[in-house]
């Protein structure tokens, strides 16, 4: 096994988890849905044998830039969206990053994730003087309705993949409630909004144009496989935003506002950040360093555990 394998933040910032990894290769990924600890000091329930359990059982984190740019960008007290929330891990580090005075309403409409993400925000809750978190069994799209949320067969190996549409393949599909974002947040700033929905980025940014017109979500983390010149980056600049793509070397986060840059790896699906901030966000996120590999986002809750 080549050296260079290693040369990764996971390992280099926190060189145990090599024993987790060099534990999860020795032996197949169990299947089914387990307590698993993370770097930045919560513990999450996710399935090793499929794409997020097996990056948080063999790193200790998932999607280290996206991580980062979240824990750098939301301060105590800020109001949060995640939409896409899946199990929970970014709800969790949100809710930890923003504190005891803080918000986070996150969205999930699969309902067997929705139950895991249930079970792992009573857990940190339990553990932590976290945020107060608004659970939404819902969807979220342009208008309030009802849509199709479909879960491809390939959702064995990857559970983030169900997506709003038409059935294309041999997997299923579910009905669920899609609701706007304008309708629930109101006037309220939210500070950070983490937007990973398959495909359904743009509708749900339709969804919240009152809050981006109004200049209340200055920071947008979104995931978008076309890259510089999609439709949701060329909706976002028309609005003021300015796009970074992200991504991590061994130092830190990397960010770049240059048409064409793709900063995430190769096994990395590639994330953006919109800002109507930029000299804010680029001033969180230039200082060397990880706050998601360490205990600094433990340290900075107002309150010790309860138990």
């Not at 017109?213 to 995931?223: A, G, K, N, T, Y």
Request: proline share 5%; hydrophobic share 45%; net charge neutral.
């Amino acid at each position: 096994m080549q050296l260079q394998q290693f040369a990764k933040p996971w390992y280099v910032w926190r060189p145990w988890q090599l024993a987790r990894r060099a534990g999860a290769l020795w032996s197949a990924p169990p299947s089914g849905y387990e307590r698993l600890p993370v770097a930045w000091g919560a513990s999450v329930v996710a399935d090793p044998s499929k794409t997020i359990g097996r990056s948080i059982q063999t790193t200790g984190v998932f999607d280290l830039a996206v991580s980062e740019v979240l824990a750098r960008l939301i301060s105590p007290g800020d109001t949060v969206v995640d939409a896409g929330a899946n199990v929970g891990y970014m709800t969790l580090l949100a809710a930890m990053a923003a504190g005891p005075r803080g918000c986070v309403m996150s969205w999930e409409p699969h309902p067997e994730l929705f139950q895991i993400l249930t079970a792992n925000v009573a857990t940190i809750q339990r553990q932590w003087c976290v945020a107060g978190i608004q659970l939404r069994n819902l969807a979220l799209g342009q208008t309030r309705g009802r849509a199709d949320l479909v879960m491809p067969s390939h959702m064995t190996a990857n559970d983030g993949v169900a997506y709003l549409g038409t059935r294309q393949d041999d997997g299923s599909s579910v009905g669920v409630v899609v609701e706007a974002l304008d309708g629930v947040i109101g006037k309220a700033l939210v500070a950070v909004m983490k937007l990973d929905v398959e495909g359904s980025e743009l509708a749900v940014l339709k969804g919240a144009e009152q809050a981006i017109l109004s200049r209340s979500i200055p920071h947008i983390v979104f995931e978008d496989h076309v890259g510089a010149g999609s439709d949701v980056s060329e909706w976002l600049a028309s609005r003021g935003y300015r796009i970074y793509s992200i991504g991590w070397s061994l130092r830190g986060l990397r960010l770049s506002d240059r048409p064409g840059d793709r900063l995430a790896a190769d096994y990395e699906a590639p994330n953006y950040v919109a800002s109507l901030e930029p000299d804010d966000l680029i001033r969180r996120c230039s200082t060397s360093g990880w706050i998601t590999l360490g205990s600094a986002l433990r340290r900075r809750l107002a309150c010790a555990s309860p138990s």
